[in-house]
């Protein structure tokens, strides 16, 4: 019942990414995650990660398509705790794993990523438990109010350039802005890619500045290139005015 329910809604299906023995029969329980990995993730690897992406998409709707907002919402907004759950929910399709420092360990993040996402996580989830307890009740709206209230409870002292509310949210969005960029950059890498994509994707790419490929969507530099090439604020300027000038996104692996 459980996993024929999964099969109808995405919420659901993503709740039991969680799945784990907590009391009664463990065998049960194993059944469970078994059948949860047959009938909805193997052989639907794909399906299953454009359903995880879409569903956090229609999340995004009612605030936002921005990790910058006046009063974003910690659990729902791009770069909130949901895009946490992303990455756990497209690790544990892909590598069978849910934790960041697992991921790290089968070289699906790397470490720079890991610490800024365990950071962001705990930065995000004592604003979203303070939030709760301040209200009394369930609260994920980072307010006005609530931000000048934890920007003086947590000692944000200001500058002469800005004052102590402009620092806090200024740490909110760094942590925000990173949490949904690594999100985003993980969900591309690990969807699978049809043969007839890479080869379309290989004959209609062309160079550029002699280093990089452009596709039809996006801006890329072969595994070799990116070994050996380090570049200087000059060159990155460079790269994103390659990518505006032909109308592509970097690709995932450019961006890391």
Known sequence: DATQMARQDVEFATSLVEIRHLWGN?????????????????GRLGTFIDLCTQARLAEFQPHGWSAQQLEPDVKNSPGGLRDLHLIRWVGYAKFGVREIDELVARSALNSTDAERLHAGHEFLNRIRL?????????QDTLTRAEQM??????????TSAQIPVEQFMQDYFRHATGIARIA?????????????????ESVMAHRAD???????????????????????LEDILKIFELATLYQVRLSPT???
């Not at 463990?26 to 193997?42: C, T, V």
């Not at 303070?130 to 369930?138: D, E, I, K, M, Y």
């Not at 985003?184 to 379309?200: A, I, N, Y």
């Open 26 to 42: 463990p065998i049960l329980a194993r059944k469970l995650e078994k059948s949860y990995k047959n009938r909805l993730i193997r």
């Open 130 to 138: 303070n939030l709760h307890f301040a209200a009394g009740r369930a």
């Open 210 to 232: 002699g280093i990089f490929q452009v596709g039809q969507q996006q801006l890329n530099a072969s595994s070799a290139v990116r070994k050996r090439y380090s570049p200087t």
């Open 184 to 200: 985003r950059r993980f969900t591309e890498l690990q969807r699978p890619k049809s043969l007839t994509s890479v080869c379309l």
């Open 254 to 256: 450019l961006e890391e």
């Open 149 to 158: 209230r934890l920007a003086t409870e947590w000692g944000y002292k200001g």
